[in-house]
C-alpha cells in the first residue's frame, strides 16, 4: 500500500515519520511529480498536477476539517474525500469562541484599556439574557462551540441545513428558518462550511437582521463575509465589534481595513489548529478501517460540498 503526502505549506517530515511509524507495512512518500501514482493521499491543498497523477486513489485525506479548497479541484474519479473529524480541534474552536464571546460581553477590551492608562474603572454588568449567541453550522464544531457557550449560561441558538435537537440550544434549520435565527442572535458565531451555498451569507442584509448591538465571530471561511459590509456596519454602529479569524486572502494583506479597524480582533487562522499526533492518529485509523473492507466516518459529499 502506497500513502503520498501533498500538502502546501506543511513541514513534511515530522507527518512521514508519524505515518510510517502508525502504518509500518505502508510506503509513505513525499510528491514528487512523475512519482509512482498512491492508494492514498495526505493532502492540504495540493496542486491540480498531483490529483492527475493519481488514478487508483481510494481516498484523499485532508488534513483539515474544511474541504472548500480541495472541492475546487478535479478529483480522481474512484477518490473518497476524507475531512479530519475533530481530532482535537472542536475543544480548541470551542475555547477560541468562548473566549470571544466573554470578552466582548464582560468588557475585558474596555478594561484592559482603561488599566493602561492607569484607571480603576467599574463598568455597570450586563445581562447574560440580552446576549443570546447564534451559532451557525451545527456540525462537529459548532455542536461543540454550543455546548460549551450554554456552560457559561448564555442563550444559546443553532443553524443548520438539516433538523437538530441539542439539548438547552434553541435549533433552527434551512433556509426558510435563517431570518428567525438571525433576529433571534445578538452574537453571531460562523462556522459553516464554505459552499456555494453559502459564500458571503455574512452580508448587510443577513448582519443587520441581528438584535442590536450585535457582535459577529467568524472562525469559519474567509469568503462567508462580505468584508465592505462588514466595515459599513459597524462604521454606522449597527454592529458593536467582530472578531475574525478567517480572511478572504491569507495571511490578511498589509493595509487591509482590519488590521487597523477599532472594533475588530484580528487572529490569524489559529482558533482550531491542526494538532499533527492526533490528525495522523485518525488518518492511519481510517485507512486501516478502509483496508479492511469497512466503513469510516467523515466522507465528504462532493454534491454539498462538504
Ligand atoms: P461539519 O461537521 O461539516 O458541519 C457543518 C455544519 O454546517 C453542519 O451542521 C451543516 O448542516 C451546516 N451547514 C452546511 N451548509 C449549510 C447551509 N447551506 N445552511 C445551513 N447550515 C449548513 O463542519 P465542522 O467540522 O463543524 O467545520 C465547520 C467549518 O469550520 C469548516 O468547514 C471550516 O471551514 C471551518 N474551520 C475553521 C478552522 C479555523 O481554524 N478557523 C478550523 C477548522 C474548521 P447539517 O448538519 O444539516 O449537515
Ligand atoms: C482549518 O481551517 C480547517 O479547515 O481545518
Same mark, same amino acid.
Given at each position: ?116 492608562? =492607569?484607571?480603576?474603572?467599574? $463598568?455597570?454588568? /450586563? +445581562?447574560?439574557?440580552? %446576549?443570546?449567541?447564534? #451559532? !451557525? &453550522?451545527? =456540525?462537529?464544531?459548532?455542536? $461543540?462551540?454550543? /455546548? +460549551?457557550?450554554?456552560? %457559561?449560561?448564555?442563550? #444559546? !441558538? &443553532? ?148
Amino acid at each position: 500500500m502506497k500513502i503520498t503526502f501533498c500538502c502546501t505549506d506543511t513541514k513534511a517530515e515530522p507527518w512521514l515519520a508519524g505515518l510510517r511509524a502508525a502504518l509500518p507495512e505502508a510506503l509513505v512518500e513525499l510528491w514528487q511529480p512523475g512519482a509512482a501514482p498512491a492508494d492514498y493521499a495526505v493532502v492540504w491543498a495540493p496542486p491540480q498536477a498531483f490529483l492527475d497523477e493519481q488514478p487508483q486513489l481510494k481516498a484523499l485525506f485532508n488534513i483539515g476539517a474544511g474541504v472548500d479548497a480541495l472541492m475546487l479541484l478535479r478529483l480522481p474519479p474512484g477518490a473518497q474525500v476524507v475531512r479530519l473529524d475533530d481530532a482535537g480541534m472542536s475543544v480548541q474552536m470551542a475555547e477560541y469562541v468562548c473566549h470571544a464571546v466573554i470578552r466582548h460581553f464582560r468588557e475585558f477590551d474596555g478594561y484592559e484599556a482603561d488599566v493602561k492608562q =492607569g484607571k480603576w474603572s467599574y $463598568r455597570k454588568p /450586563r +445581562a447574560r439574557a440580552d %446576549f443570546p449567541v447564534g #451559532v !451557525m &453550522g451545527l =456540525g462537529v464544531l459548532g455542536e $461543540r462551540v454550543a /455546548r +460549551a457557550l450554554r456552560v %457559561f449560561e448564555f442563550p #444559546v !441558538m &443553532g443553524w443548520s441545513r438539516s433538523p437538530k435537537a441539542l439539548d438547552d440550544v434553541r435549533c433552527f434549520a434551512g433556509p426558510a428558518q435563517f431570518d428567525d435565527f438571525l433576529a433571534a442572535s445578538r452574537v453571531l458565531v460562523n462556522l459553516l462550511p464554505l459552499t456555494p451555498e453559502t459564500e458571503g451569507i455574512l452580508n448587510r442584509a443577513t448582519l443587520s437582521r441581528l438584535k442590536p448591538g450585535g457582535y459577529l465571530i467568524n472562525v469559519a471561511r474567509g469568503a462567508h463575509l462580505v468584508d465592505e459590509d462588514l466595515i459599513a456596519l459597524l462604521d454606522s454602529g449597527q454592529l458593536a465589534g467582530a472578531t475574525l479569524d478567517v480572511f478572504r486572502t491569507e495571511p490578511l494583506p498589509a493595509g487591509h481595513p482590519f488590521w487597523t479597524h477599532p472594533k475588530i480582533t484580528v487572529t490569524p487562522h489559529t482558533s482550531a489548529r491542526t494538532l499533527r499526533e492526533e490528525s495522523i492518529a485518525q488518518i492511519a485509523g481510517k485507512i486501516a478501517t478502509l483496508e479492511r473492507g469497512e466503513p469510516i466516518a467523515g466522507i465528504v459529499d462532493p454534491a454539498r460540498g462538504y
